[in-house]
């Protein structure tokens, strides 16, 4: 069920009609969000149920025994035993084929052969971003930065609240989960809030996103029968596309949460609008990226590690492993190695730049804006690429001559005719709200303009959304697939 | 909560109404009564000879067709629609004994037909265990909501696009409004080339089609139905435009489907006076073809 079907309207407005209906019980709100949240993701396939409800009952009995336990080599073994379960779930479903055909091409460099047996399993949806939250709370609890919730309902339903189980943002359990201890009411502004902050969404997944989709996924899939050119132009669409995708969805999930009277972490803050690697990483997928810095990052020692060379080693593990936690493949890790190497780069250049002082300040910042945007998404080709091998070819044929081959053509034999207009003021649209509120909690804020302005403003994204939707078939959220 | 519901209801009332008028005045929804009315009188008739394909096999409407003969066929279908019409005729049309399905390398393109809108009340009545157009029940009706159905939004923009382009509505519909015999022989070209470019454009590329494909003629040949596959005859310029490469590869397709009967008419007549315009048969060059099928398979079309 996608949040951008009929079927989601239908569910969401039973649910809210049901939940809106028990404000006065804070046990059948509960009831309700996890009944609602089983069905959501049981729509896609019932039996990963069984998954979601072994992590909660798992990491709810093993978070209470640490709580109560005082022994710290009993605590530590608890924890383990915490992550066991939750990274083994994790690694079977969605890495053991990547590290037995690693394996495999590993031992085959020393003469070796072996004829290992893959799984054909699907990889659960969501399972990267349950596991991360629940994650979470077994460690904080270890770390006695919270107490173990007594409550098996609340437990339960924070880690399965549906509007953020499958692709976040991932949670931390001592913001979400004390929410679900208390009633929640109804709020006229976060109602309305939540309803603009859905369909800014909205827009940005069915307009931005799958327009994009059209010409990013073609170029992509067929990188071989086009000129440079033409795939500049694929991986700039595919930077669109994911943007409008995921933080689209975020928003949703953030937006139809605020009507229930929850509040969820922010997600994005204009990403594409950060000045340096560590800026956009502070932008994107603040979740994640947050989640890394508390629980990889920091431990590691991060930037309070004596020797330089540690510091360096601690973010380029962060960024290769935020990488693998994508997806099991080489083209994550190198995705996310290329970040790390970027970072530094760019903190090298940036030091040189401001002491030089030859720019205006404003140029400066629209310079590394720039710099960043090119360098984030040149490393969107292997995120996006179906292999190493993919995405280096891809990269090539951008090097090479035909670069300059003009593009207009091979975007027209692709079909729909009037989709790049569609685009054009789709991302005109979205540049205009992310730059006049580059540090908002969601970038469509129109609360100080006179309403006939604001009534101007809300028709026209009304209609974007009716009239220049994408018409080809509904495109999957890109990160339900982590 | 009650006052901003009920804000919200104007726009709704206003959503409505203009999706009403839409519905009872667009030439999109006016088609599907066309296409939906023919249909419903094949599945009254039940005959026992049945044509599926796109505009190129709908010419036999041109014909004063037997009793025994239905015309399934319609402009843009593509192989989805045949697949559901295939569906449409294993449940109601026990006394099948032929198709004609067309082979023509346009049918293998990459285009999407907005036709599937019009079976959408079908396929609520039948089950399609494929689910090839990936929609739910749910989809199936709310697309009867003209701005809510991609179909109709895509029909609307390429109205707007074209109209702002000032571009030709004939044009854009692919049929030529002039008397195709009487256009010189460089015209001829150049129209037959520009239509074969459009029509001919990433042919094979969709390996679900051909699975589809085959389902139909897999599907047909488990009733003892006989599938006979066809290609109508059009300007070679049209067909030329097709490489050859994808030609072969959609001649390698269809040979490997066994069909019962495989008649390639392509290039058979060109005489410009049995032509319509560049790719589709007139009435004499119909009455031409018919004898042709005649010939080759026995069915007579015509009364």
Redesign the interface.
Same mark, same amino acid.
């Given at each position: 069920m996608l949040f951008n079907s009929f079927e989601f309207v239908i569910f969401f407005s039973i649910v809210f009609f049901v939940y809106y209906k028990s404000y006065n019980n804070l046990k059948y709100q509960n009831v309700i969000l996890l009944v609602s949240s089983y069905v959501f993701y049981g729509w896609w396939d019932w039996r990963f149920l069984s998954l979601i409800i072994i992590s909660s009952i798992s990491d709810y009995l093993i978070g209470y025994a640490i709580d109560k336990n005082n022994n710290k080599k009993q605590r530590k073994q608890l924890l383990i035993l915490s992550l066991f379960v939750n990274l083994g779930i994790l690694g079977f479903f969605k890495y053991y084929n990547f590290f037995t055909e690693s394996f495999t091409d590993f031992i085959s460099i020393f003469g070796f052969e072996s004829n290992p047996s893959f799984l054909n399993i699907v990889l659960p949806v969501g399972i990267s971003f349950y596991t991360f939250q629940t994650m979470s709370y077994t460690i904080d609890i270890y770390r006695n930065k919270m107490s173990a919730n007594k409550n098996l309902l609340e437990f339960m339903t924070f880690v399965s609240f549906f509007p953020q189980l499958v692709a976040g943002p991932i949670e931390r359990a001592s913001h979400l989960l004390p929410q679900f201890g208390k009633k929640r009411k109804f709020d006229p502004y976060e109602f309305k809030e939540g309803i603009k902050q859905s369909f800014w969404g909205l827009f940005k997944k069915i307009v931005i996103a799958d327009n994009c989709a059209f010409y990013a996924n073609q170029i992509f899939e067929n990188s071989d029968s086009y000129p440079g050119s033409v795939l500049v132009v694929g991986v700039v669409l595919f930077a669109f596309q994911i943007y409008g995708d995921f933080s689209g969805y975020s928003d949703i999930a953030i937006g139809i949460s605020r009507m229930m009277g929850i509040d969820l972490m922010q997600n994005f803050k204009s990403p594409y609008l950060a000045e340096n690697i560590q800026d956009f990483w502070r932008r994107w997928h603040i979740s994640l990226s947050t989640w890394f810095r508390d629980y990889v990052y920091i431990p590691l020692g991060g930037s309070k590690v004596n020797s330089s060379f540690r510091r360096s080693l601690n973010i380029i593990i962060t960024f290769v492993v935020s990488g693998f936690w994508h997806g099991a493949n080489w083209t994550f890790i190198i995705w996310g190695a290329l970040h790390s190497l970027f970072y530094f780069i760019q903190t090298a250049y940036s030091k040189n730049l401001n002491t030089l002082k030859i720019l205006p300040a404003s140029l400066v910042k629209v310079f590394n804006i720039t710099v960043t945007f090119i360098a984030v998404t040149f490393a969107w080709i292997f995120f996006r690429a179906e292999s190493f091998t993919h995405a280096i070819n891809y990269i090539s044929e951008i090097g090479s001559s035909t670069i300059l081959v003009n593009p207009i053509s091979y975007l027209r034999d692709m079909g729909a005719s009037i989709q790049p207009i569609i685009i054009i003021i789709g991302l005109i649209y979205l540049s205009v709200f992310e730059i006049s509120n580059r540090n908002a909690s969601y970038s469509f804020q129109v609360g100080h303009y006179k309403t006939p302005v604001k009534t101007l403003i809300y028709c026209s994204l009304l209609f974007l959304l009716i009239f220049f939707r994408a018409t080809n078939g509904s495109v999957d959220f890109i990160y339900f697939q982590f | 909560?009650k006052?901003?519901l009920i804000k919200a209801i104007p726009?709704l009332i206003v959503f409505f109404a203009i999706n009403f008028i839409v519905y009872k005045t667009s030439p999109f929804y006016k088609q599907e009564s066309k296409y939906s009315n023919r249909i419903d009188s094949i599945i009254s008739s039940k005959p026992k000879v049945v044509f599926l394909g796109d505009s190129h096999s709908e010419s036999i409407k041109h014909l004063n067709l037997s009793e025994n003969v239905g015309n399934l066929a319609f402009g843009a279908d593509g192989i989805k629609e045949m697949y559901i019409k295939t569906l449409i005729m294993d449940k109601y049309n026990p006394e099948l004994e032929y198709v004609f399905i067309s082979t023509e390398p346009q049918m293998f393109n990459?285009?999407?037909s907005s036709n599937s809108t019009f079976l959408n009340k079908y396929l609520l009545k039948i089950k399609d265990p494929k689910n090839i157009y990936?929609k739910?029940n749910?989809?199936l009706i709310?697309e009867n909501i003209p +701005?809510?159905n991609?179909?109709y939004?895509?029909y609307f923009?390429?109205n707007? +696009?074209a109209y702002l382009r000032n571009i030709n509505k004939s044009d854009t519909n692919g049929n030529t409004p002039i008397n195709w015999s009487e256009v010189s022989n460089s015209e001829k070209i150049k129209i037959a080339s520009n239509a074969g470019i459009a029509d001919h454009?990433g042919i094979m590329?969709n390996d679900e089609d051909l699975e589809i494909y085959k389902a139909i003629v897999n599907k047909l040949k488990l009733k003892n139905v006989k599938v006979i596959g066809i290609r109508f005859p059009v300007n070679e310029h049209y067909l030329n435009q097709c490489n050859k490469e994808d030609f072969d590869r959609v001649n390698h397709f269809i040979n490997n489907l066994n069909l019962d009967y495989n008649l390639d008419y392509s290039l058979k007549l060109k005489n410009a006076l049995y032509f319509e315009n560049e790719d589709h048969l007139n009435k004499i060059g119909m009455q031409k073809l018919s004898k042709l099928i005649y010939r080759d398979t026995g069915i007579k079309l015509s009364k």
């Amino acid at each position: 069920m996608l949040f951008n079907s009929f079927e989601f309207v239908i569910f969401f407005s039973i649910v809210f009609f049901v939940y809106y209906k028990s404000y006065n019980n804070l046990k059948y709100q509960n009831v309700i969000l996890l009944v609602s949240s089983y069905v959501f993701y049981g729509w896609w396939d019932w039996r990963f149920l069984s998954l979601i409800i072994i992590s909660s009952i798992s990491d709810y009995l093993i978070g209470y025994a640490i709580d109560k336990n005082n022994n710290k080599k009993q605590r530590k073994q608890l924890l383990i035993l915490s992550l066991f379960v939750n990274l083994g779930i994790l690694g079977f479903f969605k890495y053991y084929n990547f590290f037995t055909e690693s394996f495999t091409d590993f031992i085959s460099i020393f003469g070796f052969e072996s004829n290992p047996s893959f799984l054909n399993i699907v990889l659960p949806v969501g399972i990267s971003f349950y596991t991360f939250q629940t994650m979470s709370y077994t460690i904080d609890i270890y770390r006695n930065k919270m107490s173990a919730n007594k409550n098996l309902l609340e437990f339960m339903t924070f880690v399965s609240f549906f509007p953020q189980l499958v692709a976040g943002p991932i949670e931390r359990a001592s913001h979400l989960l004390p929410q679900f201890g208390k009633k929640r009411k109804f709020d006229p502004y976060e109602f309305k809030e939540g309803i603009k902050q859905s369909f800014w969404g909205l827009f940005k997944k069915i307009v931005i996103a799958d327009n994009c989709a059209f010409y990013a996924n073609q170029i992509f899939e067929n990188s071989d029968s086009y000129p440079g050119s033409v795939l500049v132009v694929g991986v700039v669409l595919f930077a669109f596309q994911i943007y409008g995708d995921f933080s689209g969805y975020s928003d949703i999930a953030i937006g139809i949460s605020r009507m229930m009277g929850i509040d969820l972490m922010q997600n994005f803050k204009s990403p594409y609008l950060a000045e340096n690697i560590q800026d956009f990483w502070r932008r994107w997928h603040i979740s994640l990226s947050t989640w890394f810095r508390d629980y990889v990052y920091i431990p590691l020692g991060g930037s309070k590690v004596n020797s330089s060379f540690r510091r360096s080693l601690n973010i380029i593990i962060t960024f290769v492993v935020s990488g693998f936690w994508h997806g099991a493949n080489w083209t994550f890790i190198i995705w996310g190695a290329l970040h790390s190497l970027f970072y530094f780069i760019q903190t090298a250049y940036s030091k040189n730049l401001n002491t030089l002082k030859i720019l205006p300040a404003s140029l400066v910042k629209v310079f590394n804006i720039t710099v960043t945007f090119i360098a984030v998404t040149f490393a969107w080709i292997f995120f996006r690429a179906e292999s190493f091998t993919h995405a280096i070819n891809y990269i090539s044929e951008i090097g090479s001559s035909t670069i300059l081959v003009n593009p207009i053509s091979y975007l027209r034999d692709m079909g729909a005719s009037i989709q790049p207009i569609i685009i054009i003021i789709g991302l005109i649209y979205l540049s205009v709200f992310e730059i006049s509120n580059r540090n908002a909690s969601y970038s469509f804020q129109v609360g100080h303009y006179k309403t006939p302005v604001k009534t101007l403003i809300y028709c026209s994204l009304l209609f974007l959304l009716i009239f220049f939707r994408a018409t080809n078939g509904s495109v999957d959220f890109i990160y339900f697939q982590f | 909560m009650k006052s901003i519901l009920i804000k919200a209801i104007p726009f709704l009332i206003v959503f409505f109404a203009i999706n009403f008028i839409v519905y009872k005045t667009s030439p999109f929804y006016k088609q599907e009564s066309k296409y939906s009315n023919r249909i419903d009188s094949i599945i009254s008739s039940k005959p026992k000879v049945v044509f599926l394909g796109d505009s190129h096999s709908e010419s036999i409407k041109h014909l004063n067709l037997s009793e025994n003969v239905g015309n399934l066929a319609f402009g843009a279908d593509g192989i989805k629609e045949m697949y559901i019409k295939t569906l449409i005729m294993d449940k109601y049309n026990p006394e099948l004994e032929y198709v004609f399905i067309s082979t023509e390398p346009q049918m293998f393109n990459n285009s999407i037909s907005s036709n599937s809108t019009f079976l959408n009340k079908y396929l609520l009545k039948i089950k399609d265990p494929k689910n090839i157009y990936n929609k739910s029940n749910l989809n199936l009706i709310t697309e009867n909501i003209p +701005y809510l159905n991609d179909n109709y939004l895509r029909y609307f923009l390429n109205n707007v +696009y074209a109209y702002l382009r000032n571009i030709n509505k004939s044009d854009t519909n692919g049929n030529t409004p002039i008397n195709w015999s009487e256009v010189s022989n460089s015209e001829k070209i150049k129209i037959a080339s520009n239509a074969g470019i459009a029509d001919h454009n990433g042919i094979m590329t969709n390996d679900e089609d051909l699975e589809i494909y085959k389902a139909i003629v897999n599907k047909l040949k488990l009733k003892n139905v006989k599938v006979i596959g066809i290609r109508f005859p059009v300007n070679e310029h049209y067909l030329n435009q097709c490489n050859k490469e994808d030609f072969d590869r959609v001649n390698h397709f269809i040979n490997n489907l066994n069909l019962d009967y495989n008649l390639d008419y392509s290039l058979k007549l060109k005489n410009a006076l049995y032509f319509e315009n560049e790719d589709h048969l007139n009435k004499i060059g119909m009455q031409k073809l018919s004898k042709l099928i005649y010939r080759d398979t026995g069915i007579k079309l015509s009364k």
